[in-house]
């Protein structure tokens, strides 16, 4: 990646919609040679989706948490396929620290949250963290 590469890749993270004329413009480029650029970029697996930022809250999802688990090794094959069904779930990540897991989740109520970590305990002991507010949102990689 270029210089000129990386500034697409700034610009696309920011607001993904924009324009091929402006994204051109921006780094002095025709729009033929940036939509190029993004191509290649998708191609290499550096640009790997485009998605709509949504407020859960506006959707009817009030509560958001963090779920902390421990997962024996052992029981990952049979975790693994449950959790990804899981449309609550917004990520699980495998961690190192006293947990194994860290999992995000969105749920329109307490009394859904609990029933959902109730059928998490069947794999590990849990942690959970509710999120008042959000100070930094999620962002894109400084390039």
Same mark, same amino acid.
Not at 122 to 127: A, F, H, L, N, S
Not at 129 to 135: A, D, H
């Given at each position: !990646?270029?210089?000129?590469?990386?500034?697409? %890749? =700034?610009?696309?993270?920011? *607001?993904?919609? $924009?324009?091929?004329?402006?994204?051109? *413009?921006?780094?002095?480029?025709?729009?033929?040679? %940036?939509?190029?650029?993004?191509?290649?970029? &998708?191609? =290499?697996?550096?640009? %790997?989706?485009? $998605?709509?930022?949504?407020?859960?809250?506006?959707?009817?999802?009030?509560? !958001?948490?963090?779920? *902390?688990?421990?997962?024996?090794?052992?029981?990952?094959?049979?975790?693994?396929?449950?959790?990804?069904?899981?449309?609550?779930?917004? &990520?699980?990540?495998?961690?190192?620290?006293?947990? =194994? !897991?860290?999992?995000?989740?969105?749920?329109?109520?307490?009394?859904?949250?609990?029933?959902?970590?109730?059928?998490?305990?069947?794999? /590990?002991?849990? &942690?959970?963290?509710?999120?008042?507010?959000?100070?930094?949102?999620?962002? /894109?990689?400084?390039?």
């Amino acid at each position: !990646m270029d210089k000129i590469d990386r500034e697409i %890749v =700034s610009l696309l993270q920011q *607001n993904a919609r $924009h324009p091929l004329k402006f994204l051109a *413009n921006k780094v002095f480029l025709s729009s033929p040679a %940036v939509s190029a650029r993004i191509d290649r970029l &998708e191609k =290499s697996g550096v640009i %790997v989706g485009y $998605h709509a930022e949504i407020d859960p809250a506006k959707l009817g999802y009030h509560v !958001m948490a963090f779920i *902390n688990m421990s997962l024996d090794p052992k029981q990952k094959p049979q975790f693994n396929p449950f959790i990804e069904e899981c449309s609550n779930v917004l &990520e699980c990540n495998c961690v190192t620290g006293s947990y =194994s !897991m860290l999992i995000k989740v969105a749920f329109p109520n307490t009394s859904d949250l609990d029933t959902f970590i109730g059928e998490l305990q069947k794999y /590990g002991k849990t &942690e959970t963290q509710i999120v008042f507010s959000t100070p930094v949102k999620a962002r /894109g990689i400084k390039i």
